[in-house]
């Protein structure tokens, strides 16, 4: 577009002509455009990083595998367990050797993977569910709705997990047991983030741009999740990622107890907690689904880490 | 965590003096027979889960303070013979009444005397209904028990004067005195029935030890006990005490040996199975006792019962390599079964007809599964049902792959969360699988292995099995008073079982146990506790 | 301030009644008759069951054998093991040594979690900060028991720093090891959630504001940001307090300490409901008063928070 404002013959002082100038900047709002973005912006951020497609690929590999073992091995998991081959090294076809009831521990890593994987994520979103809605409830309104919610935390979280396996693993017996399983371990887990989260809250909430949205007149439960929750959720992040680790352990100490899946069920758990008794004459079918955990969770928890740093604009506007 | 039921078991310990000759190392004195000391043994144990009274512990936690702290009338040596103690004499013409006299001047170590009254009264009370003792069962055979009213004192048991008292039993059994050494049939002192819930706590006993004063119970960590001094029977102790440390797993224990804190186990952990003996080299023990490893298909269930039954239940054993699963799972810490008993018993055989189907071949398993299916053709999962709290499971999956490719089914173990949740399964008979079963002696006899789990409605007959011709064989084999003629009708018994298979036999019990540097003359007996009162220790 | 205090207190009045219903009720719907199990792998007869399931109440229904108990605790009675101990004994024996376990765990925890996490938000990406990444990582991935067992046998038996197992009396120096093993369960989660927390802050205005004014780091570092990090990690250690004085289990059975989780767990195992509820009651009680303890630490970390509405 051709420029229209010509500097005229008799004017006394040079003006800018206001393209020149950086007022631009202010004077051209975009009202047609896209509100900035908390969860755009951070997107925008995060598919800049390596960590971030490195992290995003691991996952994909381990959920494929979950989902279709038979693309990675052809040896069934449970079949064909011979004695004979007890704890033995790796030999032809079986890459990594065998467990002590002289099953193919390759095969049964990728087959347990859909498990294990499932008991994490089961419980790790059951986990953040229930803790961010109690906690953010919790620490942002105060008073009665924390008394309540909180004093109920502390009576889920005061009961022995064991005890609710037990009774939660016998009384659903019939069902599908890796939702039994993860309801057994998330259903008293959440109490703990929720805890965490409110703290968060509590120290959040007074800060000066809740009071600027306050005074703006933007609704309570607007701020609660548009500006407080997105500020005080980086502690969630490293919980929950963490807590898909510990989730697919638990399962391992309760089959230790001999509460957990039954051991017709391939799952890490199970192999790690089965391997144990045999910890020094055999250690690796114990550390080599211990890896794959590992692996898994590593992944999980660079993910997570990525995250929290792109929704925290503090630490961005460092960059 | 792991219910071991105790019984009097014998054990016979062949090694046991070629062990104690090598347990002896360069600076350790070695031990003369006699010689005493007075340094305190260390041995590992369980919480008692009930009060301290004999008739009320069934369990070795408790049984093993129990058997140390009261004498009874006969005790078993390593052999399982049994032996006067406290008694006399036992005697009688026709198995059936009894005449029981005991030693002059005994007394419990809080000066009260061991008398007729002492036993007679204690085993009414274990016998009455309202006080419901555990081990109430073991007085079912004299004249006058009832499980429907209340007896408070047994028409069967006559106090004679001061030392003698009869049982009248309601039939001949002659194996009657063998069980006298059970714990159900030690003597209490009078003053026990003042306050039973007291004395359960604080126990008085007439045995080689005594509660190293009151609290010596120490809840959840140990039991410190010290020599009875009055004890002047064959069973005097050659060291100070025992003190018992309650552990909640055998790893604990075992950790223990290792870091020099107990001196004597008579448990090793499953992940050490395979390398204690050589590193407890001639300080540990590894031999057959008392018990039975089986598993039970019920003939409820469906295709087990009739013809059918018999050949599925033959292809099940014969498809079952047991070598290869106690060598392997167990590492050569069970022995493979030849029939429904233990080795250790007197009048066992491995040669009773048709013990070969307990021989793995899995053709002739494959063979008889087809003639089965000819009949009835097989679906579904066979499955075996187990407590998941007590170890079973690495046995049972081995178990259960054998089978899967033997006869090419599909089987898998079934695990119960609890001890409780398995047994009330299978006691209320709503278990729609097959289950692992098993037996510890209660004392050393065929009869204990065959009568109380294969007769018709007996106590521990889970499958319900039921046949006449066994019935009537164990009744003649109790009837006869002649050992040997006794252990011909339990034999004969023995070959019914193996072609109707109502348990199918796997593998017998070992106790595996090593002791520390610091003892010596350490020998397992019965039921596969150490002797503990002839084990001597360095100071 | 007081009035807060008060008002938290009379919340435990529906909590505990809360829990010891749920609690009750857990153990009650437990499948299993713990009669049956007391006599092993034999079965006995019906008549003795009877017997002896009156005498624990048993063969009344849930709610009245609730009541029963609530109406025992309101008279001091908390009731008897089958053992014949007193529950009450039982609870003055092992929560002392849970405490003392307890305590020392989250000290530990406390301590290494705090630092690794300060240094490595304070040199996020550094060779310090992966190689404590790995490190949690590899003990995350481990389930409890293998730690244990791996540190009895390197700690206790080949070194013999330590007792194998806690002995009599469970004094503080056996402690320390199972209070280590205890300690690495969470130490990723205290040090993660630490070095979040310390990023968090050191972008925030007032760190910067200190810096221009030219306060030294040895200041900055504790002053400003570690304190102003620390709510997270109260919270995540006063939670983690809690779940050690329940959830031991595993722990305590393999060093052997007389303390609350193992003998919860024989308790739960056993179907022993008194014995089983009154522990969990006093965890209850110790959990409030932990959680009220920290919030009243929120004020002091963070004056901005207030509680006296």
Same mark, same amino acid.
């Given at each position: 577009?051709?420029?229209?404002?010509?500097?005229?013959? =008799?004017?006394?002082?040079?003006?800018?002509?206001?393209?020149?100038?950086?007022?631009?900047?202010?004077?051209?709002?975009?009202?047609?455009?896209?509100?900035? *973005?908390?969860?755009?912006?951070?997107?925008?951020?995060?598919?800049?990083?390596?960590?971030?497609?490195?992290?995003?690929?691991?996952?994909?590999?381990?959920?494929?595998?979950?989902?279709?073992?038979?693309?990675?091995?052809?040896?069934?998991?449970?079949? =064909?367990?011979?004695?004979?081959?007890?704890?033995?090294?790796?030999?032809?076809?079986?890459?990594?050797?065998?467990?002590?009831?002289?099953?193919?521990? &390759?095969?049964?890593?990728?087959?347990?993977?859909?498990?294990?994987?499932?008991?994490?994520?089961?419980?790790?979103?059951?986990?953040?569910?229930?803790?961010? #809605?109690?906690?953010?409830?919790?620490?942002?309104?105060?008073?009665?709705?924390?008394?309540?919610?909180?004093?109920?935390?502390?009576?889920?979280?005061?009961?022995?997990?064991?005890?609710?396996?037990?009774? %939660?693993?016998?009384?659903?017996?019939?069902?599908?047991?890796?939702?039994?399983?993860?309801?057994?371990?998330?259903?008293?887990?959440?109490?703990?983030?929720?805890?965490?989260?409110?703290?968060?809250?509590?120290?959040?909430?007074?800060?000066?741009?809740?009071?600027?949205?306050?005074? /703006?007149?933007? !609704?309570?439960?607007?701020?609660?999740?548009?500006?407080?929750?997105?500020?005080? %959720?980086?502690?969630?992040?490293?919980?929950?990622?963490?807590? /898909?680790?510990?989730?697919?352990?638990?399962?391992?100490?309760?089959?230790?107890?001999?509460?957990?899946?039954?051991? !017709?069920?391939?799952?890490?758990?199970?192999?790690?907690?089965?391997?144990?008794?045999?910890?020094?004459?055999?250690?690796?079918?114990?550390?080599?689904?211990? %890896?794959?955990?590992?692996?898994?969770?590593?992944?999980?928890?660079?993910?997570?880490?990525?995250?929290?740093?792109?929704?925290?604009?503090?630490?961005?506007?460092?960059? | 965590?792991?219910?071991?039921?105790?019984?009097?078991?014998?054990?016979?310990?062949?090694?046991?003096?070629?062990?104690?000759?090598?347990?002896?190392?360069?600076?350790?004195?070695?031990?003369?027979?006699?010689?005493?000391?007075?340094?305190?043994?260390?041995?590992?144990?369980?919480?008692?889960?009930?009060?301290?009274?004999?008739?009320?512990? *069934?369990?070795?936690?408790?049984?093993?303070?129990?058997?140390?702290?009261?004498?009874?009338?006969?005790? &078993?040596?390593?052999?399982?013979?049994?032996?006067?103690?406290?008694?006399?004499?036992?005697?009688?013409?026709?198995?059936?009444?009894?005449?029981?006299?005991?030693?002059?001047?005994?007394?419990?170590?809080?000066?009260?005397?061991?008398?007729?009254?002492?036993?007679?009264?204690?085993?009414?009370?274990?016998?009455?209904?309202?006080?419901?003792?555990?081990?109430?069962?073991?007085?079912?055979?004299?004249?006058?028990?009832?499980?429907?009213?209340?007896?408070?004192?047994?028409?069967?048991?006559?106090?004679?004067?001061?030392?003698?008292? $009869?049982?009248?039993?309601?039939?001949?059994?002659?194996?009657?005195?063998?069980?006298?050494?059970?714990?159900?049939?030690?003597?209490?002192?009078?003053?026990?029935?003042?306050?039973?819930?007291?004395?359960?706590?604080?126990?008085?006993?007439?045995?080689?030890?005594?509660? =190293?004063?009151?609290?010596?119970?120490?809840?959840?960590?140990?039991?410190?006990?010290?020599? *009875?001094?009055?004890?002047?029977?064959?069973?005097?102790?050659?060291?100070?005490?025992? !003190?018992?440390?309650?552990?909640?797993?055998?790893?604990?224990?075992?950790?223990?040996?290792?870091?020099?804190?107990?001196?004597?186990? =008579?448990?090793?952990?499953?992940?050490?199975?395979?390398?204690?003996?050589?590193?407890?080299?001639? +300080?540990?023990?590894?031999?057959?006792?008392?018990?039975?490893?089986?598993?039970?298909?019920?003939?409820?269930?469906?295709?087990?019962?009739?013809?059918?039954?018999?050949?599925?239940?033959?292809?099940?054993?014969?498809?079952?390599?047991?070598?290869?699963?106690?060598?392997?799972?167990?590492?050569?810490?069970?022995?493979?079964?030849?029939?429904?008993?233990?080795?250790?018993?007197?009048?066992?055989?491995?040669?009773?007809?048709?013990?070969?189907?307990?021989?793995?071949?899995?053709?002739?398993?494959?063979?008889?599964? @087809?003639?089965?299916?000819?009949?009835?053709?097989?679906?579904?999962?066979?499955?075996?049902?187990?407590?998941?709290?007590?170890?079973?499971?690495?046995?049972?999956?081995?178990?259960?792959?054998?089978?899967?490719?033997?006869?090419?089914?599909?089987?898998?173990?079934?695990?119960?969360?609890?001890?409780?949740?398995?047994?009330?399964?299978?006691?209320?008979?709503?278990?729609?699988?097959?289950?692992?079963?098993?037996?510890?002696?209660?004392?050393?006899?065929?009869?204990?292995?065959?009568?109380?789990?294969?007769?018709?409605?007996?106590?521990?007959?889970?499958?319900?099995?039921?046949?006449?011709?066994?019935?009537?064989? /164990?009744?003649?084999?109790?009837?006869?008073?002649?050992?040997?003629?006794?252990?011909?009708?339990?034999?004969?018994?023995?070959?019914?079982?193996?072609?109707?298979?109502?348990?199918?036999?796997?593998?017998?019990?070992?106790?595996?146990?090593?002791?520390?540097?610091?003892?010596?003359?350490?020998? &397992?007996?019965?039921?596969?506790?150490?002797?503990?009162?002839?084990?001597?220790?360095?100071? | 301030?007081?009035?807060?205090?008060?008002?938290?207190?009379?919340?435990?009045?529906?909590?505990?009644?809360?829990?010891?219903?749920?609690?009750?009720?857990?153990?009650?719907?437990?499948?299993?008759?713990?009669?049956?199990?007391?006599?092993?792998?034999?079965?006995?007869?019906?008549?003795?069951?009877?017997?002896?399931?009156?005498? &624990?109440?048993?063969?009344?229904?849930?709610?009245?054998?609730?009541?029963?108990?609530?109406?025992?605790?309101?008279?001091?009675?908390?009731?008897?093991?089958?053992?014949?101990?007193?529950?009450?004994?039982?609870?003055?024996?092992?929560?002392?040594?849970?405490?003392?376990?307890? @305590?020392? @765990?989250?000290?530990?925890?406390?301590?290494?979690?705090?630092?690794?996490?300060?240094?490595?938000?304070?040199?996020?990406?550094?060779?310090?900060?992966?190689?404590?990444?790995?490190?949690?990582?590899?003990?995350?991935?481990?389930?409890?028991?293998?730690?244990?067992?791996?540190?009895?046998?390197?700690?206790?038996?080949?070194?013999?720093?330590?007792?194998?197992?806690?002995?009599?009396? @469970?004094?503080?120096?056996?402690?320390?090891?199972?209070?280590?093993?205890?300690?690495?369960?969470?130490?990723?989660?205290?040090?993660?959630?630490?070095?979040?927390? #310390?990023?968090? $802050?050191?972008?925030?205005?007032?760190? +910067?504001?200190?810096?221009?004014?030219?306060?030294?780091?040895? +200041?900055?570092?504790?002053?400003?940001?570690?304190?102003?990090?620390?709510?997270?990690? #109260?919270?995540?250690?006063?939670?983690?307090?809690?779940?050690?004085?329940?959830?031991?289990?595993?722990?305590?059975?393999?060093?052997?300490?007389?303390?609350?989780?193992?003998?919860?767990?024989?308790?739960?195992?056993?179907?022993?409901?008194?014995?089983?509820?009154?522990?969990?009651?006093?965890?209850?009680?110790?959990?409030?008063?932990? *959680?009220?303890?920290?919030?009243?630490?929120?004020?002091? /970390?963070?004056?901005?928070?207030?509680?006296?509405?």
């Amino acid at each position: 577009m051709p420029s229209n404002t010509n500097t005229r013959p =008799d004017q006394q002082h040079y003006v800018a002509p206001i393209e020149e100038t950086p007022l631009v900047a202010i004077d051209s709002v975009k009202t047609d455009g896209k509100p900035s *973005n908390l969860w755009i912006d951070a997107w925008h951020d995060v598919r800049k990083r390596p960590m971030f497609w490195i992290s995003s690929a691991l996952i994909l590999l381990v959920i494929v595998v979950a989902l279709a073992p038979g693309l990675f091995t052809q040896v069934p998991p449970n079949n =064909d367990c011979q004695l004979a081959n007890s704890n033995g090294g790796p030999a032809g076809g079986h890459p990594l050797g065998y467990t002590k009831q002289g099953c193919d521990i &390759y095969s049964r890593i990728i087959h347990g993977t859909s498990t294990s994987l499932s008991v994490g994520i089961i419980v790790t979103v059951l986990v953040a569910v229930l803790g961010i #809605v109690f906690g953010s409830f919790a620490g942002f309104y105060g008073g009665w709705i924390d008394a309540v919610l909180s004093r109920l935390g502390d009576i889920f979280f005061s009961i022995p997990y064991i005890l609710a396996a037990v009774v %939660i693993m016998s009384v659903f017996s019939q069902y599908a047991s890796v939702w039994v399983i993860s309801l057994a371990i998330g259903i008293f887990a959440w109490p703990a983030t929720a805890r965490v989260l409110r703290a968060e809250i509590l120290r959040v909430k007074n800060a000066d741009f809740v009071m600027a949205a306050t005074a /703006l007149g933007v !609704s309570r439960f607007r701020i609660l999740l548009r500006h407080v929750l997105p500020n005080s %959720i980086a502690p969630v992040i490293v919980i929950t990622t963490i807590s /898909l680790a510990s989730a697919i352990v638990a399962e391992a100490t309760l089959s230790f107890l001999g509460v957990g899946l039954p051991s !017709s069920t391939m799952s890490w758990g199970n192999d790690i907690s089965a391997a144990q008794t045999d910890l020094r004459s055999a250690p690796q079918v114990l550390i080599l689904p211990s %890896i794959a955990l590992s692996v898994t969770v590593l992944s999980f928890i660079m993910l997570g880490e990525v995250i929290r740093d792109a929704l925290d604009p503090k630490a961005r506007a460092e960059r | 965590m792991k219910i071991k039921r105790i019984g009097v078991a014998a054990i016979a310990l062949a090694a046991a003096g070629a062990l104690t000759l090598s347990g002896c190392t360069a600076g350790t004195p070695s031990s003369t027979e006699g010689a005493s000391s007075s340094a305190v043994i260390t041995t590992n144990g369980s919480e008692p889960q009930n009060p301290l009274i004999p008739t009320n512990t *069934n369990e070795t936690g408790g049984s093993k303070i129990t058997e140390s702290i009261f004498a009874g009338l006969v005790y &078993y040596d390593a052999k399982g013979a049994p032996h006067n103690d406290v008694a006399e004499s036992i005697e009688t013409d026709d198995s059936q009444t009894y005449t029981i006299k005991i030693r002059d001047g005994l007394k419990f170590t809080n000066g009260e005397p061991v008398d007729a009254n002492s036993f007679v009264d204690a085993w009414n009370y274990g016998a009455a209904l309202d006080n419901a003792q555990l081990n109430s069962y073991f007085f079912e055979g004299i004249e006058g028990f009832s499980y429907d009213e209340n007896v408070a004192e047994l028409p069967g048991l006559k106090v004679v004067d001061d030392t003698t008292f $009869t049982v009248k039993l309601t039939q001949p059994e002659s194996d009657f005195p063998l069980r006298l050494g059970y714990t159900a049939f030690k003597p209490l002192p009078a003053s026990a029935f003042d306050d039973l819930a007291a004395f359960g706590e604080n126990p008085v006993g007439n045995g080689p030890y005594m509660l =190293d004063g009151e609290g010596a119970w120490k809840h959840n960590e140990k039991i410190d006990l010290v020599v *009875n001094p009055d004890y002047d029977g064959p069973l005097k102790p050659v060291n100070g005490g025992l !003190s018992i440390v309650f552990y909640a797993t055998q790893e604990a224990s075992y950790a223990d040996l290792q870091g020099g804190n107990v001196d004597v186990l =008579d448990q090793i952990p499953t992940g050490a199975l395979a390398s204690y003996e050589s590193e407890f080299e001639g +300080r540990s023990v590894n031999q057959a006792f008392a018990g039975i490893q089986t598993f039970t298909v019920p003939s409820r269930l469906p295709h087990f019962s009739d013809e059918e039954g018999k050949l599925r239940l033959a292809a099940l054993s014969k498809a079952i390599n047991r070598e290869e699963i106690t060598d392997v799972i167990f590492e050569g810490t069970r022995s493979p079964a030849h029939d429904f008993t233990a080795p250790v018993i007197d009048g066992y055989s491995e040669d009773i007809k048709g013990a070969d189907v307990l021989e793995f071949d899995a053709d002739a398993a494959k063979d008889l599964w @087809a003639q089965a299916d000819a009949i009835s053709p097989w679906s579904g999962t066979f499955q075996i049902g187990y407590n998941a709290d007590g170890g079973h499971g690495p046995w049972v999956d081995a178990v259960a792959n054998q089978l899967k490719n033997n006869l090419g089914i599909d089987a898998s173990g079934a695990p119960y969360p609890t001890f409780a949740e398995f047994r009330t399964a299978i006691t209320d008979r709503t278990i729609q699988t097959a289950f692992r079963t098993g037996w510890q002696a209660d004392y050393p006899a065929l009869y204990n292995f065959l009568g109380p789990i294969y007769g018709t409605g007996a106590g521990s007959n889970d499958g319900d099995y039921s046949n006449p011709e066994v019935d009537s064989l /164990l009744d003649e084999g109790l009837s006869e008073t002649d050992l040997d003629a006794a252990n011909e009708k339990f034999q004969q018994v023995q070959e019914i079982l193996f072609e109707d298979l109502p348990a199918i036999p796997l593998w017998y019990y070992n106790v595996n146990g090593a002791w520390s540097e610091s003892v010596d003359n350490v020998e &397992y007996g019965w039921n596969s506790v150490p002797l503990y009162y002839q084990i001597t220790k360095s100071e | 301030m007081a009035g807060y205090i008060v008002r938290r207190v009379l919340q435990a009045i529906p909590v505990l009644l809360g829990t010891t219903f749920l609690i009750y009720f857990m153990v009650f719907a437990m499948p299993g008759d713990p009669i049956v199990a007391l006599f092993g792998d034999k079965t006995p007869p019906p008549q003795v069951i009877e017997q002896l399931r009156a005498r &624990y109440h048993f063969d009344q229904p849930f709610i009245v054998q609730y009541f029963i108990f609530l109406g025992n605790i309101f008279r001091g009675d908390l009731g008897v093991a089958f053992s014949g101990q007193p529950v009450s004994e039982i609870l003055g024996a092992t929560f002392p040594v849970t405490l003392r376990l307890a @305590a020392l @765990a989250v000290f530990f925890e406390m301590v290494a979690g705090i630092s690794v996490g300060l240094i490595s938000g304070l040199r996020k990406g550094g060779i310090f900060d992966a190689s404590a990444l790995v490190m949690s990582l590899i003990l995350i991935s481990l389930p409890i028991f293998v730690v244990a067992f791996v540190a009895q046998f390197i700690f206790g038996i080949q070194l013999a720093w330590f007792r194998t197992t806690v002995g009599s009396g @469970a004094p503080i120096q056996d402690l320390i090891l199972p209070a280590i093993v205890l300690a690495t369960i969470s130490f990723a989660q205290i040090s993660r959630l630490t070095r979040a927390s #310390v990023i968090d $802050t050191e972008g925030q205005d007032f760190v +910067r504001t200190a810096a221009s004014k030219g306060l030294p780091r040895t +200041r900055i570092v504790p002053v400003h940001i570690l304190r102003n990090s620390l709510i997270p990690v #109260v919270t995540y250690l006063a939670v983690d307090f809690g779940t050690l004085m329940v959830g031991a289990t595993v722990t305590e059975g393999i060093f052997n300490v007389p303390g609350v989780g193992r003998t919860l767990y024989q308790a739960i195992i056993r179907g022993e409901g008194p014995t089983v509820v009154a522990f969990v009651t006093i965890m209850v009680l110790i959990y409030l008063v932990v *959680n009220l303890l920290v919030d009243l630490l929120y004020a002091v /970390l963070d004056p901005r928070i207030r509680y006296a509405k």
